[in-house]
């Protein structure tokens, strides 16, 4: 049990009231008439009393004791359900289940009324989340800084085996119980208008900017409930509202839609996450989305710094900034602009106090991935903030020029502003230019940024690009997630391992011993039969939990490679139908992955999966040995069923492509086997566990620029490998679309014609190989369980709380702060 007094201190009796009040009183719900949504709703609420007051408690010590903390702004905080984590953090779970038995319901049940909250996608806003988890467990004073989506990214369904896109309502109609606004932090945010010049009382020269528009930005926190401890930490959630009154005169008139007018058009800077920026509408949405998102988290920062009797000049000393990709990187130039325009601060102290209180996290080498924004949208939007990127550029292109006399390229490549028909601004060289720390996210990756990303700056700017390698929390992914596996743990190290995880080395001892092999894997069995059972219950496919589960589970992308397992899983088809001396051990592959709305070929390579899938699940020329499932509108909580139930790992990106990636932690942990490229931190992982205990293969990173540099032709490979050559041509035919031949082969051509841009045809054979080493390897339990009790037990590395220590510790110098 956690120590932290929580459980000691639970009055059964008055939780008991607490839920019977909000049941009534905030649900007019009666025993007789509640619903089990009902019975959820109010337990929620009951249990974020204890939060909010934990929260509001945490707020003022931290406020007294003047204490340095990290402002973590990100687009993406992808936290999960909240409830059952947020009891096994406080130490309740058991007495809420108690007490809600008594009360005549099941927690279990209770708990699968929750929708995940929609406020991220992929894995930097899982990342994020993990983040915040680690902090408040290691009492390392932060607030989060996100948007409160109303439909965060979409709800996923397949129709016909297409994607289709739906509103995500995950807040229902009542509201989410652990949310508590909060009005009176509530922010102004200007947008539009144009800058004027005028001369202040003392005869100055000033600048200051007058507005076309205002919106509000009002706040929403959720808890982020500190594990073994009472420390509760805000993820603050801006909505963004209309702050002009509704016009009656308009309304009076007829004019309905008019009349609110100002009202819709704030609702849509945070109605959707990523709205669908390929035409200008949306282009323009998602930087206001951005914007608002800096201004109003750095003006609650300067709030809370001068509210606890703070001068501005000293707020590097107090709080440091961590830009979550590239995303929130405006807030720069509106620290900036605050600083000159609002305390009237010269450039150079307003630049020293500014660059020391931003660091910045790099989440990606792909060049297209590198936000830039056109500068007449900025300027139109935000003309001071124009104004002060032109000075910063001019600024920083003297040092370059001192630096490298005379060479026009090198500044070309530097520069903030990029040259060309239509000038863009480049956020990322913004961020290294303007912030006190750059890091990447596997020491791979922050290798390749120094090398091959920004080697000039590194160069410049010595120190500045560092690592920090990725982590996940084992409360959640352990702990919460696999609790068979989280007991079996626990009576061989103790209870205290999910906020010390270097303990689950302790397992390393039992890997050879036959008894624990024998308890492990039938752990794994039941997590396979649990994830089994959800999807007969919900997509009505039956599987064999004899065989091996394999997972891949991502944003979908071509980088990621999808469609590499896709061609292996053609290849085990074609060999099953066509090669009578093929033996294959029974295999179901996994899909979980959402495609953005505007990605072509993302949503051909889900159609084409889906389309694979019918046929193989209902042919009985396979015997039954191979199935195909992609679970629709993959999602936290299908993540926490999926990751214990894996046998196998998949994490394919092409090599130097993927930053670090989480998943491929999070299944290790669990005790899947990867099959992955030395590819982010797959590379740190092998190291850990060791050559023998993970499954490598593909081309290096070098082997990888090096092909491309002698002209890569997938043709080649297409014509050397007839089991490549067949699985591609299967894309061609009407096999898997009866009467529509030629319905799949989108991706035949891009592999082909479109010159395989992430060579998975280079890869393919040795994929294929190594996959039949996996097969060849599961057939012996025994030594398949050693490995993946070496997986489980090695895995301490990877915990987020190692990552938050590396950032505080070298990057945000914070000292830990109890409650």
């Given amino acids: 049990m956690p120590k932290n007094g929580q459980t000691q201190q639970f009055n059964k009796a008055a939780f008991k009231a607490a839920v019977e009040k909000h049941l009534t009183t905030t649900y007019a719900a009666t025993d007789d008439t509640a619903t089990t949504r009902s019975w959820y ?90 983040f915040m988890d680690s902090l408040a467990a290691q009492e390392y004073p932060a607030v989060g800084y996100g948007l409160h989506y109303e439909y965060g990214l979409f709800r996923q369904s397949f129709v016909d085996g297409r994607q289709v896109e739906a509103p995500d309502a995950w807040r229902g109609i009542e509201g989410y119980p652990w949310e508590v606004l909060r009005p009176e932090l509530a922010q102004e945010v200007s947008l539009y208008g144009h800058v004027e010049a005028y001369t202040d009382e003392n005869g100055v020269e000033c600048r200051r900017w007058v507005p076309g528009m205002t919106v509000e930005g009002v706040a929403w926190d959720l808890p982020i409930v500190g594990y073994d401890n009472k420390s509760v930490y805000p993820l603050r959630l801006w909505e963004c509202r209309s702050n002009a009154p509704f016009n009656l005169a308009r309304f009076n008139d007829g004019d309905y839609v008019g009349a609110q007018y100002s009202a819709l058009e704030a609702g849509n800077v945070t109605k959707v996450l990523y709205p669908n920026d390929n035409h200008d509408q949306g282009k323009a949405l998602r930087l206001m989305q951005q914007y608002f998102h800096c201004a109003c988290s750095v003006a609650d920062i300067l709030r809370r710094h001068e509210a606890a009797g703070n001068t501005i000049e000293s707020l590097a000393e107090l709080e440091t900034i961590q830009l979550n990709d590239t995303h929130p990187t405006i807030a720069i130039p509106e620290l900036m602009r605050i600083l000159l325009d609002e305390y009237k601060l010269g450039w150079d102290k307003a630049w020293e106090i500014s660059s020391k209180t931003f660091a910045y996290t790099n989440h990606t080498l792909l060049p297209e991935a590198l936000e830039t924004w056109s500068e007449a949208l900025i300027q139109q939007m935000l003309p001071r903030h124009m104004e002060i990127i032109f000075e910063i550029n001019h600024r920083f292109m003297k040092l370059v020029e001192q630096t490298w006399p005379g060479n026009n390229e090198v500044k070309r490549k530097l520069s903030i502003i990029q040259e060309g028909p239509h000038r863009m601004v480049r956020m990322a060289n ?27 700056f590194n160069e410049l700017f010595p120190g500045r690009l560092t690592n920090v390698t990725n982590g996940v929390t084992p409360r959640r992914w352990i702990k919460y997630c696999n609790p068979g596996l989280s007991a079996l743990i626990s009576e061989k190290v103790g209870n205290d391992w999910p906020a010390n995880l270097e303990k689950i080395a302790g397992l390393e001892k039992f890997a050879d011993d036959a008894a624990f092999q024998k308890r492990y894997m039938a752990v794994k069995k039941e997590n396979k039969q649990r994830l089994a059972d959800w999807v007969e219950e919900n997509m009505g496919i039956e599987l064999d939990t004899d065989a091996i589960f394999d997972i891949q589970i991502k944003r979908l992308h071509e980088y990621k490679r999808q469609h590499l397992n896709l061609l292996h899983i053609l290849a085990l088809y074609h060999r099953l139908l066509n090669d009578p001396t093929f033996d294959m051990h029974p ?67 092409t090599a130097g492509k993927e930053a670090s990636g989480t998943g491929n932690m999070k299944f290790a942990m669990n005790g899947a086997l990867t099959i992955g490229t030395m590819d982010g931190a797959n590379v740190e992982m092998r190291e850990e566990v060791g050559d023998e205990n993970i499954f490598i293969f593909g081309l290096l990173v070098d082997e990888v620029q090096k092909l491309k540099e002698e002209g890569y032709d997938p043709y080649r490979y297409y014509h050397a490998d007839s089991l490549l050559r067949a699985a591609l041509d299967l894309l061609e035919t009407d096999e898997f679309t009866p009467g529509n031949p030629g319905q799949l082969a989108a991706i035949r051509h891009n592999l082909l014609d479109g010159g395989d841009p992430y060579l998975v045809l280079a890869d393919f054979a040795d994929y294929v190989k190594t996959h039949e080493k996996i097969d060849a390897e599961y057939r012996d339990q025994k030594t398949w369980a050693r490995k993946a009790i070496l997986n489980t037990a090695l895995m301490s590395k990877f915990s987020s709380d190692r990552s938050i220590r590396d950032y505080a510790n070298n990057i945000w110098k914070l000292e830990p702060v109890s409650l």
């Fill in 587 to 653: 295999r179901v592959f996994f899909f979980g992955a959402k495609a953005a709305p505007g990605y072509a070929l993302a949503k051909d390579i889900i159609f084409a999966i889906n389309k694979v899938a019918e046929k193989v699940n209902n042919d009985p020329r396979l015997g039954g040995k191979l199935k195909v499932v992609f679970i629709p509108d993959y999602r936290v909580s299908l993540a926490e069923i999926l990751f214990p139930a894996a046998d196998v790992s998949e994490q394919i990106s």
């Fill in 41 to 130: 709703l109010a337990m929620g609420k009951a249990l974020a009393e204890i939060s909010t007051g934990n929260l509001l408690a945490t707020e003022k010590n931290l406020a007294e004791q003047k204490a340095r903390s990290v402002n973590y702004l990100s687009l993406e905080f992808l936290i999960g359900r909240l409830t059952g984590n947020n009891l096994i953090s406080m130490g309740l779970y058991e007495n809420v289940a108690e007490a809600m038995e008594e009360m005549g319901q099941n927690l279990t049940d209770l708990l699968e009324e929750e929708r995940d909250p929609a406020l991220g996608n992929g894995g930097l806003g899982r990342l994020a989340a993990c």
């Fill in 430 to 456: 913004l961020c290294v230019v303007s912030t006190y720390a750059v890091n990447g996210v596997a020491a791979l990756h922050s290798e390749l940024v120094k090398r091959d990303l920004f080697p000039e």
